[in-house]
């Protein structure tokens, strides 16, 4: 996947998460409001859709996206990126 694509994959979890889309793609729940168990970096990272196939399941936008999302914010744990603006994340 090119780093475009991950920039975009990453700015529509941004935005889901700071309810800038609208409410039918506002589909994103972070880990910490799905449940209390206080886990290792629960509370940014969102929670993977279910994917019920290879195709449609692990290569759609919503899992691609999420993934990236979860990647970024375990790399830079002290940034809180959810309350950042999109060019500061981008510039990371």
């Given at each position: 996947?090119s780093?475009?694509i991950?920039?975009?994959?990453?700015c529509?979890?941004h935005d889901?998460?700071?309810?800038k889309?609208?409410?039918?793609?506002?589909?994103?729940?972070?880990?910490?409001?799905?449940?209390?168990?206080?886990?290792?970096?629960?509370?940014?990272?969102?929670q993977?859709?279910?994917?019920?196939?290879?195709v449609?399941?692990?290569?759609?936008?919503?899992?691609?996206?999420?993934?990236i999302w979860?990647i970024?914010?375990?790399?830079?744990?002290?940034?809180?990126?959810?309350t950042?603006?999109k060019?500061?994340?981008?510039a990371?």
């Open positions: 996947m780093d475009q991950k920039i975009h994959n990453f529509f979890v889901s998460i700071n309810n889309l609208p409410t039918v793609l506002n589909t994103f729940k972070k880990t910490s409001d799905v449940h209390s168990y206080n886990t290792q970096g629960s509370l940014f990272n969102v993977l859709p279910t994917a019920r196939t290879a449609f399941g692990i290569h759609s936008i919503r899992y691609e996206s999420a993934t979860n970024f914010v375990n790399q830079f744990p002290n940034d809180h990126l959810h950042k603006s060019a500061l994340c981008k990371l």
